[in-house]
């Protein structure tokens, strides 16, 4: 089964500071992973994925994130973050959509912005 | 707008009310799965329809009722529910068979039981 850890629950950062996200997945096979950010009162919205190729992908809002096979690891970063960046971040890992399988996802990360 | 609606955005019930709560995707797809995000725990994943057939049903109770009357709509029905069912329903919608399985998440219903 597959499963994904996020090990810091709250992280804060002054605004213009770089930031790295840290995720770490566990899976048999290639994974699919995504970061996603959710606003408070929000649903979620997709900042990236990766599923083959370069293992350096862009998202939007600046987000990047690397996938590290050794460390089964996929963390997200920003070089310089901005106070609108508060919210919280989920990682997810998925098997590629079969149609019966659902992502799994982290328990999500919040970002606090200081001035 | 992320093409996945849901009604209502808040709503408070009794534990002895019956109500549903409705999701509608403009996208498409063919996969629509609800979510439970509880505060402090990760997101739960409730129910996955794929191609109009639920095909996972993550031992939710049964005072929780799914309906998936077409590859658009999906329902939750609520009934005689706890306190500790209060949280945040997430409606998600996936293209099944093909693609990377990226959710596209309406921005949640928001349920109270008092």
């Known amino acids: 089964a597959q499963s994904v850890t996020q090990p810091d629950i709250h992280i804060t950062v002054s605004e213009g500071a770089s930031l790295e996200l840290r995720c770490n997945y566990s899976?048999?096979?290639?994974?699919?992973l995504f970061w996603y950010v959710q606003s408070p009162g929000q649903g979620l919205q997709l900042l990236l994925k990766?599923?083959?190729?370069?293992?350096l992908v862009q998202g939007i809002k600046g987000f990047e994130a690397e996938f590290k096979r050794s460390q089964s690891s996929f963390n997200l970063r920003k070089p310089s973050v901005h106070w609108s960046d508060a919210a919280e971040y989920f990682c997810?890992?998925?098997?590629?959509?079969?149609?019966?399988?659902?992502?799994?996802f982290g328990s999500g990360t919040r970002l606090q912005v200081q001035p | 707008e992320t093409g996945v609606t849901q009604t209502p955005r808040h709503l408070v019930m009794g534990m002895t009310n019956k109500k549903s709560l409705k999701c509608e995707q403009h996208?498409?797809?063919?996969?629509m799965y609800w979510y439970k995000q509880s505060a402090k725990k990760p997101l739960e994943l409730m129910f996955v329809?794929?191609?109009?057939?639920?095909?996972e049903n993550n031992s939710v109770p049964s005072r929780f009722s799914p309906e998936c009357p077409n590859s658009s709509h999906l329902f939750l029905h609520l009934h005689t529910l706890q306190p500790e069912d209060s949280a945040l329903y997430l409606c998600?919608?996936?293209?099944?068979?093909?693609?990377?399985?990226?959710?596209?998440f309406g921005e949640g219903s928001r349920l109270t039981v008092l």
């Open positions: 997810a890992v998925g098997a590629g959509d079969t149609g019966r399988r659902a992502l799994t």
């Open positions: 990766y599923f083959s190729g370069d293992t």
């Open positions: 899976y048999g096979a290639t994974p699919y």
């Open positions: 996208l498409g797809h063919n996969a």
């Open positions: 998600a919608s996936s293209q099944a068979d093909r693609g990377t399985g990226e959710l596209f």
């Open positions: 329809y794929s191609l109009e057939e639920r095909v």
